[in-house]
């Protein structure tokens, strides 16, 4: 373009872009030189680093960088710190005898704190964050327990799970499909009885039959009074805590179709010091015996 051929804005003697909105042009001013230089200063600067360190995504992982950095490698390292200052504290805790752990003030105190993380990782998608349970999941607040509540039994539960087919010492109890061997009516007559158990609202006449029911088909587990065998799994159900629902529906389809829960066994996952660490944490949470 010859100089006769350019915009030059008559007030500043600037030349023009040529772009013009409502009469407004706009000036083709130089850029200022500290922009500029801040511009090329940031281009060098993303050249070196894209060099320097982890960069580029390829097949297996990205580019490792010339100067090695990495993440993961210092979250290892730290974790790596912890573990060697925590070190006699977890050895002792994988030696400890867990019915005299409270003995040592310390070492409960840890034991407790790293079962809270170990929880929180591990069990807290089943039991909930304050393992306060749901439905199918046990409330690890309160005091009916499966298999016991003291802190022995618990570890062994977390050990080797529930119902599982991984870990051949499992805890283990299988309800039967009541629907394959009773009639429906003589099922509501057996709900009728359970809800008698421990409520005042169910059919008198209904809970009369269901109870004759109950002692030929579900005593053998639950015991004749319905209070359960905790060393088998069998619930005790006079005392209205319950793991799938209480109310007539649930109890019908759980006798009907019956409950399968599962437990993986934590053992081959945790080391021994975090098993018992765990244990600590859930039997100390007011429920554990």
């Known amino acids: 373009m010859s100089e006769h051929d350019k915009d030059i804005d008559t007030e500043t003697g600037v030349e ?6 409502d009469g407004i042009k706009e000036l083709n001013n130089p850029l200022p ?29 990205a580019t490792e960088g010339y100067l090695g950095y990495s993440t993961r490698a210092n979250v290892e390292a730290d974790i790596n710190a912890f573990n060697d200052k925590n070190a006699d504290l977890r050895a002792a805790l994988t030696e400890v005898d867990l019915t005299k752990l409270e003995e040592d003030e310390a070492l409960s105190r840890f034991a407790v704190a790293g079962g809270a993380a170990v929880f929180r990782t591990n069990c807290s998608q089943c039991h909930g964050s304050g393992a306060a349970g749901a439905k199918g999941y046990p409330n690890l607040l309160d005091d009916d327990w499966l298999w016991g509540g003291t802190i022995e039994e618990i570890a062994y539960t977390i050990n080797h799970g529930i119902r599982n087919e991984i870990d051949p010492d499992a805890r283990w109890t ?19 009885h359970v809800i008698s158990l421990s409520s005042t609202e169910f059919d008198t006449a209904m809970a009369a039959e269901g109870a004759v029911i109950f002692d030929e088909q579900c005593s053998a587990c639950h015991a004749v009074d319905g209070a359960g065998d905790r060393a088998i799994g069998a619930p005790n159900l006079t005392d209205a805590i319950w793991l799938y629902g209480g109310d007539e529906q649930t109890l019908t389809e759980t006798i009907t179709y019956s409950r399968f829960g599962v437990m993986p066994p934590w053992g081959p996952r945790l080391s021994q010091s975090d098993v018992n660490a765990v244990a600590a944490y859930v039997h100390q949470l007011g429920g554990g015996e």
């Open 16 to 21: 023009t872009t040529g772009h013009e909105w």
């Open 33 to 61: 030189r500290w922009w500029l230089w801040t511009f090329y200063l940031c281009i060098l600067w993303g050249v070196w680093y894209v060099i320097a360190y982890p960069a580029w995504p390829m097949i297996k992982g």
């Open 174 to 192: 299988e309800m039967p499909a009541f629907g394959e061997i009773l009639e429906k009516d003589q099922i509501s007559q057996v709900v009728q």
